[in-house]
């Protein structure tokens, strides 16, 4: 016994040893990688020497020296992006060229089918020969710099760039200037979501028994609405009724096409100079995209030879996109311009190789292509054009359900032109010095569509950016749901005049924003768009806005960071009116007395989704379990595309507009339940689920337990013991209808996960410019071992900000290294 037990003493403390020993071998690697700031090195493509100036959050201040050029600048640009973000520059491009299951296998085989059926790496290769001289010039000199990096990294064996790149076998190809705009273009579908909302309306237009429903479920934005629409089986009489109520389409790894509802969003505003106590312009954006570890965004500053320039990039895009110079800020929101279209295409029958189009049947532009696939047989597919767009796969967002038989879907967007200017707008209006000289850069943004937010030290304007599609005003369905491609009425006439988009230049009152919500009410075919991302957040932004005469940097970044739901002060009174203070004393721990602390709660709070409070909690459970109860029984399976609380739907039958109250009857029940049976039912569905996932205490509850930001590797981040180390998470307040947005997943069990938030925060005041200030919800850099891969969440979660300065001493006071670049000769 006892010779047993010295031998297991000794495996276990040789286990241990291995096991040390492999960690360490493991650190040692990925440490290679870790990017040295502080070291003088020379590099080929350079024309003079350029500094790359590391601040203590590790924002690069990239100067040239005296003789350098702004191509020496862009130059150091790429160096720093490839630097810190190589990995994620490196998925980036494979998913713009439809590469990724060469060295991720056959799962990522569905999104490289689609990035392939769409073309967007050879439509950004055609786009290279549409940019300007100068954006050109700024796009070599970036690759150049991204490149040099390459090289010193397989020069002096740093660890392949990237920890991730020990786990994948990751060739990695010099960059190309298509590389940029392809990065662009990913971006823009990534940020486009009527395709989604067209497949689903007309899902939902098969399914519902009663179509006149169809506006309670799917409701316009407050406003003149549009004139009455087609059903969709009307159109296509041979479809499957049932066929739509199918599975909701599945997520897939490094899918670039956003979840519906997580398109993109953002909140921008500005006050003139009469509205500021400084009597400067003010500026504020936060941008909303999926939270990611690290994030999309990346903090840079430019000392170009017309001034200095600060803001946020996305590594692989050798442009600020949002940020300021000493004269002029710029920000972004997205525009919800309908820039997509779907066409059902009627097949010959004679010839499946060809399809209908105004002037008879037409063969389809095909092209062969090869998905290599890691372990695999590759898979060859065949690329159909027509002359609406690409054909989609069948399997997207469950398209077949709602395509005729004997007919395919095309796609026509505005990303898919191959004369895209957008990269050499977005390098133009860094140069900018006036609003006036932006909004005429504008006109180069092709996709995607941004509503941009400016101010110069004079004046603020909100000019919508990006092609708009010109229709006919005799469109089936206005753009609303997929249409006949064969009809010369629905097929685009080309694009729009750009002084057709939305320009609010020097308003009166001396304040605008966007907070996603509709801009303007114009009748189709000018109309812009029938989807708009906000109906809720614009309500308290106005309200915040004019309760001040005046506004400060301050003030500013408490509008921001504000977390009271006027959603939930609207809907609360409506949907527990029958039910507030109401019932018999109930004994401790039954359903009555649960459901009496939960209202008693509720009838005292002002909204503020606060994550220490547990009304936010109770809130949310209630409204999504309501959302569940009236639309289930009507909708099927569809029930799960809704992932989060409608509130105009649920207002719409509380309010009983246009007979919306028929919701509440329980279709398949003998009785006919009012909307205060649905309340109550649906508030105990809340307090059980509540309770089994928190406990019976209500008044401990915090939101911010459920409500935590979840910054996920996008790779790696639900791999067993990686995942502690690569992913970021964190308690966080506000919700989906708060002007501090975290939109929730929507998805079982952790239905209130935020996903999707300000990743960038930045607010810029021109009465004294360096006092502005910025922030990313990780950090800057890309490797996990980094101290400056999380180091600013902390900060971003508790509603900070560090300095965006563009002043050189304070960026050289706090260096925390000094990167010199010199050229090779």
Known sequence: MQLLFRWLLRFAAGLILLSVLGLSLIYFLAAQSLPDYDKEIALPGLLAPVEIVRDNANVPHIFGSYGASDEDVYFGLGYAHAQDRLWQMTVLRRTAKGRLSEIFGSRTVPVDTLVRRLDIYRLAQQSVSAQTPEAMTALQAYSAGVNARLQEINDDALGRGAPEMFLFNVPMAPWQPADSIALMKLMALKLSGHMQEE?????????????ERLRDILPDAPGKGIAALPEYAALFPSLNRHAAATAPFPDLPLMPIAPRGQAGASNAWAAAPNRSAAGGTLLANDPHLELTAPGIWYLARLELGTGGIIGATIPGIPAVLTGRSDLMGWGVTSSYMDDQDLFIEQLNPENPEEYLTPDGYKRFETRPSIINIKGETPVTLTLRWTDNGPVMPRSLFNLGSITPPGHVISLGWTGLSPQDTSVSAALALMRANSVEEAIEIGEGFIAPSQNITLADRNSIALKTVGAIPARDARHQSQGRLPSQGWRAENRWLGRAPYAANPEFVEPVGGILGNTNNKLLDRPFPNHVSFEWGDTQRINRWQRLMQDRQVHTRDSFIEAQLDTVSYTARTLLPLIGADLWFTGEAAAEGTRERQRQIALSLLSEWNGEMNEHLPEPLIYAAWVRALQKRLITDDLGPLEAEFKHVDPLFLE????????????????????????????????????????????TALESLRWGDAHQATQNHEVLGEVPFLRVFLNITQSTSGGDNTLQRGRTSGEAPTPFHNVHAAGYRGVYDFADPDSSVFILSTGQSGHFLSRHYDDMSQLWRRGEYIPMSLDEDLARAAAVGITRLLPVN
Request: charged share 30%.
């Open 199 to 211: 497949i689903l309306r007309a899902r939902v237009s098969l399914a519902l028994p009663d179509p």
């Open 652 to 695: 719409r039958v509380y309010r009983n507009v246009q007979g919306a109250a028929e919701w509440c009857d329980v279709r398949q029940s003998a009785p006919r339940e009012t909307c205060t049976d649905i309340a109550r039912l649906a508030l105990d569905d809340a307090l059980i689920w509540i309770e089994e996932t928190y406990g």
